[in-house]
């Protein structure tokens, strides 16, 4: 059964930095595209920043520059790296992983949700 597990979370005042990671566990074959999304308190749940298979990547406009995502496949873990925070960063953030599995011999696709881990960003 596969599983994601969030970390790095947590509180820190406005120009810091965090780490976000996600890690997989369970048996799958690869990793197709990663992204990392986040939810503020009566906001809709919008894409920070993604990878794709190929490594390219994708950043929102409020946090390029400032936010890098990453992946090492061989620990089947992503991060989201994220500088010089501030006060409109603070959300609850999910990471989202696109996966490809073997089942009954035959390769499928899907995508799993991490539980998800608060920032907050005081000013």
């Known amino acids: 059964q596969v599983q994601l597990g969030e970390s790095g979370g947590g509180e820190v005042q406005a120009g810091g930095s965090l780490r976000l990671s996600c890690a997989l566990s369970g048996r799958i074959l690869s990793i197709a595209a990663v992204g990392w999304y986040r939810q503020a308190p009566g906001k809709q749940r919008e894409l920070v920043a993604g990878?794709?298979?190929?490594?390219?990547?994708n950043y929102v406009d409020s946090v390029k520059g400032r936010f890098t995502i990453s992946r090492d496949n061989a620990k089947k873990t992503v991060y989201l790296q994220m500088n010089s925070l501030k006060p409109e960063d603070t959300a609850v953030y999910y990471c989202?992983?696109?996966?490809?599995?073997?089942?009954?011999?035959?390769?499928?696709?899907?995508?799993?949700w991490g539980q998800g881990t608060q920032v907050t960003v005081s000013s």
């Open positions: 990878i794709d298979s190929g490594d390219r990547t």
């Open positions: 989202n992983l696109d996966v490809f599995f073997v089942d009954n011999g035959l390769e499928r696709r899907t995508d799993y």
